[in-house]
């Protein structure tokens, strides 16, 4: 069930409806938790088993960690927990990176073992997978905003989790927001605390990112897939390389606002995920801005416990590239992801030792400006490891951009992208500036988005977070 669905403004009217009619807490928590099933069971029911596996073994041993009392036996627990959330998600993601695809369809099998060998990537796992991990951790490190007191019975800290875990608005995509932020949160909502303007807003700016900007470049940047790059000109593939990374920004953090405004009218806040990445003045401060959930959760999951940048340079750098790395696999099981992953890896490493140079420095606007060119262009040319998946496809793209002959530029294509990508330049244009941008001119804004949702939404198209 997709966000941009009819189904979806059903299901999610009465939800709302049913929510803040109930009095109770506990009532709304249970009414969450089926419903949020119930969501994430709408298309392929039979993963849900998957998803409940995670819940139990993470459930279940987070909570012996909280009731143990022997340090020992608790950092066993964790670690079991951990590894075993690590272990599924290994399986159902990543098995055809060693094993050899089949035909088969998961549908005609006859036995358990050959379900599992053939199933479909679980919806969503890489998400709540790392949900899993950040309770399992904060849970060990004794973090007290997860600390049990008498009145939490098992069945009620188990209730919790699951909610924590399956929670609708970001269970598919995120943002992955950490169990020591989340669980605090969940207690009674009263439909007088919703700030309506806020959520307005929010909602707004996601659906039209979603619906108008990504969808519509969907439609332009098809050409990018293999075999059709070949026939055109080195001046089209570099367009379609720049209206993909518009649209790819525009698809994610038009999802992440959306999920942002859905989950704050039932009285929860999620983090926020995107912070105008493209103005970015160096490849760090990109992932300050992009994915901060993600890159946040590798800090303090993975960087940190690694040793960060306290044990040399030589292990900051591969601490860095490690990181990266196993960042790039998360999102998917081609090495196309890992070389991605590496990109930014090997960028952040080389740029570390210049952090400090009057270059990187400096405020003159012209030299600002010029880093901002630099980083989008980096990051630009990463997306074609992104979008292409095969690796041989993506470096074939590659050498065309600086090859192809010079063939008639699609004029009426090149256009649209302008059109639509011009959408994502002013939108961080203006973050410059949005002290100084008066309310009205804000409000007007608003409202020509909110236009624009209604008459000229692009072709449906899948979140493209959707398959991590």
Known sequence: MSYTEPVFFLFYAVTFATYYSLRSG???????????????????PAILA????SWLITGVTSYCVLASRNQRRAKLLATLG???????????????LVLPATGASAAAVSSVGEWLLLAPLPIGISFYTFHGISLLVDVFRGNKAIALDRSVTAARYLMDTLLYLVFFPQLIAGPIIKAKDFMPQVATKRFSEIDFPACFRVLVLGYFLKSVVADNLSSQTVGITYPYFQLRSSADLWVM???????????????????????RLLGYRLPDNFNFPYVATSISD????????????????LYIPLGGSKKGEVRTYVNLLIVMLLGGLWHGAAWSFAVWGLWHGIGLALERRWLNSRFMSTTHRGVVGLRMLLVFTFVTLGWLFFKLQDFGQATQYLRAMFSNPARSVSTGATFLIVLYGSAVALYHLASLAKDRIPVPFKNLAYGTMLFLIVTNPGPSTPFIYFQF
């Open 286 to 301: 990109f992932w300050r801005r992009w994915h901060i959930s993600l890159s946040s959760w590798l800090r303090d999951y």
């Open 82 to 96: 951990v590894v075993t959330n690590l272990a599924l998600l290994a399986f159902f993601k990543y098995k055809f």
């Open 241 to 263: 390389l720049l209206g993909y990374s518009a649209q790819i920004f525009a698809d994610f953090a038009g999802y992440s606002f959306i999920a942002i405004g859905l989950a």
């Open 26 to 44: 506990r009532l709304q928590v249970g009414l969450l938790v089926l419903t949020s099933l119930f969501f994430y069971a709408w298309q392929a």
């Open 50 to 53: 998957v998803f409940l596996c």
